[in-house]
């Protein structure tokens, strides 16, 4: 059996990595027109030609969490982990699935990981509170909901975590504080904070 040449090989890798790159504007183009499960067949062929592909793992990751498949999902975005290891959002999607599965301690280091890359990751921030009220440890939870407020401060979601932690902790009067800063530009979020607790979000004004 012959051995190829070195030109023979760059050859082939040239062809390979062509045909990728065709597949992936393929596949991009099909999730534009929401055709899912074709571009999803087409990943899944750009991975037969190059495992390592990162598009195409994530891609393949994100269709799987769509559908609620978690522990698969989990496995396309730890293969793309893998090959990113010092990218922030790939150490956040990790930590996303790990999260929904209830893997408190792997959510936790992969978020804090993301963080280590790009502490204004303010999504990072968010998940991590999470995990943390999951694991009760309610004070370094505000630490970090605080900071999701310091990046996103418009966002009601990390408002209403911290009204919820407030009342774990029988911290009624700081609940309300967080509940009248939200009632100024979410009112919804407040009301329904309001009728969750039990407590009058008038008498704080």
Request: aromatic residues 8%; proline residues 2%.
């Amino acid at each position: 059996m012959s051995v190829k040449s070195h030109a023979e090989v760059a050859n082939t890798h040239t062809s390979s990595s062509g045909r990728c790159l065709w597949m992936r504007l393929q596949a991009k183009a099909l999730l534009v027109l929401g055709l899912r499960a074709k571009a999803h067949g087409v990943f899944q062929d750009i991975l037969k030609l190059n495992p390592s592909d990162v598009l195409a793992l994530n891609s393949l990751g994100f269709n799987e969490l769509k559908d609620r498949r978690l522990v698969e999902a989990l496995d396309f975005f730890e293969r793309a982990l893998v090959q990113t290891p010092n990218n922030a959002n790939a150490h956040f999607n990790v930590g996303f699935v790990c999260e929904e599965l209830g893997r408190s301690e792997q959510a936790e280091q992969a978020f804090k990981a993301a963080l280590q890359i790009d502490e204004k990751l303010d999504r990072a921030w968010y998940g991590l509170g999470l995990v943390l009220i999951r694991q009760q440890r309610f004070e370094e939870s505000l630490v970090a909901f605080k900071r999701n407020t310091e990046l996103q401060s418009m966002s009601p979601y990390a408002w209403y975590q911290m009204a919820r932690v407030h009342m774990e902790m029988k911290k009624p009067d700081k609940a309300l504080e967080v509940m009248r800063h939200l009632n100024g530009f979410e009112p919804k979020v407040a009301a329904q904070l309001a009728r969750e607790t039990g407590l009058k979000l008038k008498d704080s004004l």
